[in-house]
């Protein structure tokens, strides 16, 4: 007879990709947004708001958040399962952290649709 | 066999007497610098925010992030990213077992230093 212990079965695979995935977005962003301000130099207000206006940027500096965001998520979760024992306490973190980032996701949204 | 498995073994988790290898260093301040940067997030999205809103919210950004202690902070932000984009990078080689020799995963771990902290110094010339 096989006696398999079967707990907690691939979902943290899944997560480990997410979390891998998520870096390469917003590595490649960094990269990007760097040698986009290289190129333009904004020196003012209205410099500084065209670049983020332009539609590709804007697309793509969305997506760095919407990663961040997620990436952030995982990193924080292994944080609190790392160091906070208690179910309960353990538990309210990560609402507290689900309910912080999915606001900051609005958040990033209000402020690059504004524009 | 079930009794090895459950053997005592010593352990250490004195932080005033571990001393972490140079990997270790990384990884540690990899976790920090990521922690840190979550923390500081409402900071980071008000002043983008703030910086792209208006003319008016623009010149409020420019002098709130010339304040001292705000500077202070933007400095630290600026090595959190900066070290957990040199880690990051390095931790995804090793995750598709690029330099996971132990004398190539010090010298990686050493050019993570020699890296992010230059870079920190001259990204902070530059923008702050």
Redesign the interface.
């Known amino acids: 007879m096989i006696n398999r212990i079967v707990v907690g079965a691939h979902y943290g695979l899944k997560d480990w990709i997410a979390q891998r995935a998520t870096a390469v977005v917003m590595a490649v962003y960094s990269v990007l947004i760097a040698a986009v301000l290289l190129v333009v130099r904004p020196a003012t207000f209205e410099a500084w708001q065209g670049v983020f206006a332009n539609g590709v940027i804007k697309f793509l500096t969305f997506l760095f958040f919407v990663s961040l965001f997620y990436h952030a998520w995982i990193g924080v979760r292994d944080i609190w399962m790392d160091y906070v024992k208690p179910v309960g306490v353990r538990l309210t973190l990560h609402v507290l952290t689900i309910c912080a980032l999915v606001g900051y996701t609005a958040w990033a949204a209000a402020i690059l649709w504004r524009l | 066999m079930a009794e090895m498995t459950i053997k005592k073994r010593p352990k250490n988790l004195d932080l005033t007497t571990i001393r972490l290898p140079l990997p270790g260093k990384v990884s540690i301040l990899h976790?920090v610098s990521?922690?840190g940067?979550?923390l500081c997030?409402?900071v980071i999205?008000w002043l983008?925010?703030a910086?792209?809103?208006s003319?008016e919210s623009?010149a409020t950004f420019k002098s709130v992030a010339g304040m001292l202690p705000v500077k202070v902070i933007l400095a630290g932000l600026l090595w959190a990213f900066v070290h957990h984009?040199c880690a990051?990078?390095r931790f995804?080689l090793l995750?598709i077992h690029v330099g996971i020799e132990k004398e190539a995963a010090r010298q990686s771990a050493a050019v993570v230093f020699a890296v992010s902290i230059p870079l920190t110094l001259i990204l902070w010339g530059v923008l702050l």
Do not use: C, H, V
């Open positions: 976790r990521g922690a940067l979550f997030l409402p999205l983008f925010g910086s792209l809103g003319p623009f984009f990051g990078i995804l995750d």
